[in-house]
C-alpha cells in the first residue's frame, strides 16, 4: 500500500458479458488533492465511480483506502455525487437533507446544524419547508451538492458536479470544492469533460478509454509533455510573404487570417527538433513583421482529444 | 439496523401523511357500504314494472264476470296486485300486432293440457327480468295448485295450507357449537376479499415506489450509502406498515361505528320497532333476535383482526419480494403490465378460490388452498371462521414463511441488478440471469 495515498487502484478489472467495462486499471489518488478521472462516454469512469462507493464489486484486482482494503465499512467517510442523481419529490427539502445524513450514520442534531451553516452558504436557505416538486433544477443541484459533502469526507466523489449550473452558481459550487481542497482534508475525485474545470481544480488526473487507462500523473506535465515543438505566431504583411519567407525551416500547420486584429494573422508552426527556438525567432523576425511568437501550450483537451485520438488508432 | 429504520420511517410517514391515505382509509368503509347498497338498489331496480295478459285457453284459473264483464281469476289471492306487477285475464291471445299495439308487457298462454305438460308459454317485446319471470310463474303455479287440491283431494285449501309442511334445516357445529355456517362462510369471504386487495394494493405501492426510485434518478446516491438488500427490505417493510396502520384505522372506525351506532339505536325507538320484545333492547341483545344478524354475534373478532393482521404481514411480504424485484427490471409502469400479469395469477385464483368456497367453506379446494404458500394468506381467512387447527395454521405461515425467504433471495439479486439499470426492459432471460448471478 502507498504511503500518503486516499486510494491505490489496483488492477481492477470489471466485465459485463462479453463487455469489457475495465481493463487492469492502475494508479493512485494522492490524499488532500483534487483528482481527474477523465474520458470519454463509455470509458469506465462510472463503473469504477461505483466500485469505490461499494455498489458493484471487481472481478480482479483491488482498490485500497487510505491504506485499507476498500469495503462497505469505509462508505460513510466517502462523499458521492453521482452524475444520475435527483431527489423525493414529495418530500420537504428539510427533512430530506436529515434523512440523507441519518443514513450517512450523522445525529439529527448535528445535520440539522450543518445543513443551516451549509444553506446559508449556498443560498439555499429559506428552502427548508418547500417540496422538492417546487424547486429550480438549480437549487435542487446545490441541494444534492450539500448533501454529498455534508458529512465532511475523507474522500468526496464527484461525477460532473457543475453540470446544470448557470455561470454564477457553478462558479460558487467551484469556489466551494478548491476550498475543501485547500484545507487539505478531504481528496476529491472529480469526474468531468469539462476541461476548463480540470485544468482550474485539479493536481492530477487519470484518463481513462474504453476500459483502459491511457495517461495518469500531474495536470501541468501532462500538458509539458504533450508539447510537440508547435509555435505559435502572430505577424502583419500578407500570408504569401510569411510563407515564403518561412521556406523549410518550419512546418506550416495552420493559418488564420485577421486573428487576432484585423490585419494581422496568427500561424501554428512546427519547428524541426534540432532548431533552437530563439536564433529562429531572431531570424524570422528580421523577414516578417512579428507581434507575438510564443511555444504553445496544450490544453487538458488538447490533451484528452490527442489521447483518445492515438489510443482508438492503436486499437484499430 | 438505523440505517433500515430510517428508510422503514420515510416510506411509512411519507405514505401515511398523504391525504390520499386518509381519504381511501374513510373510504374504504364507505365505498363497501356503498356497493352493498348499489346491488340491494339495483336488484330492487330490476324488478320492472310488468303488466301481465294471462290467456286461460284451459278455463282453469279464471271464470268470467258477468256483471263487470271482464275475466278475473278463480282465485284472486293467488295473483295478488304487486306494485310492479299487474295481471289480467283473457280467454283468447292476441295477434302479434295487437299484442304490441297494446300496453301489455307479457302474454302468457295456459293451453288445454297444461296440466299434463305444466309449461306455459310466454311471448314479449322486451325480455323480463328474471325476479318477474319468477314471481309470474310461482303465482301462475299456485292457481295451478289450487285447482288441483280442489279437484283431487276435494279439500278446503286452507286446510291443504296447514297440512302442508317445511322444514328448516339449523346447523350447528359440534365443537364451536355456532350455527349459521353461510354467514360465517361469507364473514371469510369479506376478509379475503379485503386480505386480497390490500396484499395487492400495498404490493404495487412497492412497484411503484422502486419505479419512482429509478425514474427520479435518486437509487445510485442511495444505493452508495445502504445495500440494495437494505433499501428492498426497507421499503417492504415501510409499506407494510402503511397496510397496517389501515387495517388499525379501519378497526378502530369499525369498533367505533358498531359502538357509537348501537348507542343511537338503542337511543331511538327503531331496535324495539322493528323487534318482537315488549321491552327495550340493547343493540347486541337486538341482534340476536335477527336471524340475518345473530351470526355477526358468534364470530371470534379479536381472532379475525389478529388473524387479518398477521396473514396480511405475510402474504404481503411475500407479494412485495415480488412486486420490488418487477419494479427493479423495468424502467416505468407501463413496462410493468409484461411482469405483473403472471404475478397476479396466485392471489387472483385464491380470491376466486375464495368465492367459491362460500358454498362449501370446508371442501378439498378450501383445504388445500389454504395449505398452499401463495394462496394461503386469502384462503386460511375463508377458514378461520369456519374453525381451523392449529397445526393448520402452523403448515400456512410455515409454508409462507419459507416462500418469503425464497421470494426475497430470488428477488434481492434481481433489485440489485435491476435498480442501477436503465433504458432496457428486462428479457425473462434476463431475470433467469440475475438469478444466478452472485453480484
Redesign the interface.
Known sequence: MEKGAALVIDHVSKSYGPQKALDAVRFTVPKGKVFGLLGPNGAGKTTLL?ML?????ADAGSIAFFGEQLS?RH?PR?G?L?E????????RVGEQAL??A????MKKEDARAKLMHWFEKLEVDGWWNKEVSEVSKGMAQKI?FI?AILHEPDLLILDEPLSGFDPINAQRVRSTIQEMSNQGDTTILLSTHDMGSVEEMCDEVALLHQGSLVLNGPVQTLRDEARDGRVQVTFRGTVMQFTVALGASAELLEVTSDAPRPGEHTAMLRLPSATDSSQWIHWISGTVQLTSCTEWQPSMRDVFMQAVKETSKVAS | M??LK??IY?EWS?RVR?KAFWLGTLLIPALLAGSIGISVWMNSGAEKEAKVLVVDASGLISRFDDRREVWLPTHPDCFPERSKLMYRFAPEAMGDDAFLASDFDLMVFFDDGILQHSSAKYYYEKAPAMSTERAISSDLASAIERFKVKRDLELDFETYKRLKTSIQLVGEDVVTRDGNATGRALIGFFFSALLFLQIVIYGMHVMRGVIE?KA???V????????PMQLMTGKIIGIGLVGLTQFALLAALGWLIYFAGGRWLEASDLLKATSDASVSLDFESWMATQSGLRFLLDVNWPLMVTAVAVFFVLGYFMYACIFAAIGAAVDQESDAQYYTIPALIPPMLAYLLAASSIENPEGDLSIYGSYFPLTAPIMMMTRIPMGVDGWELLVAIGGIGIMSYLLLLASSRIFRLGI?T?GKRFSWKDLWNGLRSR?
Not at chain 2, 445510485?220 to 445495500?227: G, L, Q
Request: net charge positive.
Open positions: 461505483r462507493n461499494g455498489i458493484t464489486r462497505r462508505l466517502i458521492y453521482p444520475e442523481r435527483g431527489l423525493y419529490k414529495t418530500m434523512y440523507f441519518q443514513l450517512r450514520g444534492q448533501l | 438505523k440505517t430510517h428508510i420515510r411519507t398523504r426510485e427520479n434518478r435518486i445510485e446516491v442511495v444505493i452508495s450509502v445502504v445495500t442501477l436503465r453480484h
